[in-house]
């Protein structure tokens, strides 16, 4: 079954320095999400992409984080100057509905997360 | 804000069914009632989906009453994988929105 994968698995950094979080959706997907959950809390949406624009972004995503699709396959999230409360899950999603083998798909599909932890 | 109420959390015995209510009087015409899981903080997985009919697939079945105002996620026979976070879901079908999660229902499965 096709998987979405993101790398690193857990990313311990410096508040101020930047990350880049990575994914790599389904390869036919032409849709993509960064959501992101602090720890006991809710999953909370970020960014959706789509043609290499920014679809919608939610008030959690200012000018510190940016999206990027760098090349036909990876899809990444970067912050900035991380700070303290940034420490979270961050889930990469991909998305494409449409028919195969006779079955209707039609499911956003996410990766295992990165785990970020800002010291 | 997610357009879903469900309970906090519930136990199950491994082996029986496990049925997950959720509440959405407010939903409308159009939109489907989705259900996804998160096992131990890792990316939530996609259960099923419905409109209205009962349905039917190889992880769960959904019941959504007549009115639309609620539904069920039964887990036929639940076993210790199944132990997890439930979260139902108001979503248009072949939309590409984001998915709006709500607290969603804490499952455990016990021996």
């Known amino acids: 079954e096709p998987e979405v994968t993101q790398t690193p698995s857990h990313q311990v950094t410096q508040m101020g320095q930047e990350v880049i979080l990575r994914c790599v959706p389904i390869?036919?997907?032409?849709?993509f999400y960064w959501y992101r959950q602090i720890l006991g809390q809710k999953v909370e949406f970020l960014v959706s992409f789509y043609n290499n624009e920014i679809s919608e972004k939610s008030e959690i995503f200012d000018d510190q984080f940016s999206v990027e699709r760098p090349d036909g396959s990876n899809f990444t999230l970067k912050i900035r100057s991380t700070k303290l409360e940034d420490s979270a899950m961050y889930f990469c999603?991909?998305?494409?509905?449409?028919?195969?083998?006779?079955?209707?798909?039609?499911?956003?599909?996410f990766g295992p997360g990165t785990r970020l932890t800002v010291l | 804000d997610a357009k879903t109420t469900q309970p906090t959390s519930m136990d199950c015995a491994e082996g029986r069914a496990a049925n997950l209510p959720c509440n959405h009087s407010?939903?409308?015409?159009?939109?489907?009632v989705y259900w996804y899981r998160q096992i131990h903080s890792q990316g939530p997985q996609y259960i099923i989906h419905g409109l209205k009919n009962n349905e039917t697939n190889e992880m769960a079945s959904l019941i959504i009453t007549e009115d639309r105002k609620s539904s069920t996620l039964i887990l036929p026979h639940a076993t210790l994988r199944d132990t997890a976070v439930y979260y139902c879901i108001v979503h248009l079908l072949y939309n590409t929105d984001k998915l709006i999660f709500g607290t969603g229902t804490r499952l455990q499965v016990f021996p």
């Open positions: 407010t939903i409308s015409g159009n939109e489907y």
């Open positions: 390869s036919n997907h032409l849709y």
């Open positions: 999603a991909s998305y494409e509905y449409g028919l195969a083998g006779g079955l209707s798909y039609n499911e956003q599909f």
